[in-house]
Structure formats: structure tokens, C-alpha cells
């Protein structure tokens, strides 16, 4: 192969559209823009959504849903995490430097996912009602 001789794909490329040259090309006069109106003309621009004046489609829908500000601030944490831990004594800090909250983090939840086989102090951290019982029964203790 020599790039010199690097061509498109046969049938890829078209040829350019030449309007306004006669009635014998089909495209001559109007060059295929109707008459009149505002997109026969130059510069004749409506922005998306425009219907003309009337209430476009995406206000006379409802609006639905929500998305929270405060989405990034909660964490879950799972008792297999926990359970990796080099520490022994665990709070929101301890979470953050082992990198399994984010740093933006401002609340953490223990949730009963995966087991814990090690006794843990847990301070300051939200549990569920299993996860709670897991690492009580693992000779844990929680700290509110």
C-alpha cells in the first residue's frame, strides 16, 4: 500500500450538488428550497424545538422526577469491606484514607452485605438492622 494511492471506498463519496444552473438539472430557480418562507431564505435559522410560535412539545409536558443535591454526600458500605480493613477501630476518616467512601462523603451506612469474621469498633457510622446483628455477633461493637 502506498499513500499516495489511498482512495475512499467505492460508492462512499458523492458528487457535490451544483444548484442553480438551469432547469435541465432539476435544481435550478428555487435549487430545491420551495418557495418562499423562512427556510427558502439565506439565514433562515428556527432553533430545535421550535414549532412556529406554539407551545413547543417539551413545555406542554410535565415536568417528573427528582434528582438530589445531596447525592454524593451517603455511602454504603458493605461488612466485606469492613472485613479487609487493616484497622480495627473504624469511622468515617478510616473509610476515607482505605478509599472505599469517597472523600466528598459525609454520611456512611453499614449494610449486610458480605460476612465479617473479625470483632470491629465502628464510630459514627449509620448500620442496618442485620449488619448491626452481624457484627454484634462477631464480637464487634458500635459506638453512635
Do not use: W
Not at 454526600?73 to 469492613?82: H, I, K, P, T
Not at 472485613?83 to 459525609?106: F, S
Not at 469474621?117 to 459506638?143: F, N, P, Y
Amino acid at each position: 500500500m502506498q499513500l499516495n494511492k489511498i482512495k475512499p471506498a467505492e460508492g462512499s463519496t458523492h458528487v457535490k450538488r451544483r444548484v442553480g444552473r438551469g432547469i435541465g438539472c432539476g435544481l435550478g430557480k428555487t435549487c430545491g428550497r420551495g418557495h418562499k418562507g423562512q427556510k427558502s431564505r439565506s439565514g433562515g435559522f428556527h432553533k430545535v424545538g421550535f414549532e412556529g410560535g406554539q407551545m413547543p412539545l417539551q413545555r406542554r409536558l410535565p415536568k417528573r422526577g427528582f434528582i438530589s443535591l445531596t447525592r454524593y454526600d451517603n455511602a454504603q458500605v458493605r461488612l466485606s469491606d469492613l472485613q479487609n480493613m487493616a484497622v480495627d477501630v473504624i469511622d468515617l476518616l478510616a473509610l476515607k484514607q482505605a478509599g472505599i467512601v469517597p472523600p466528598a462523603t459525609r454520611v456512611a451506612k453499614v449494610v449486610l452485605a458480605g460476612e465479617i469474621k473479625r470483632a470491629v469498633k465502628l464510630h459514627g457510622l449509620l448500620l442496618t438492622k442485620g449488619a448491626r446483628e452481624a457484627i454484634q455477633a462477631a464480637g464487634g461493637s458500635i459506638v453512635e
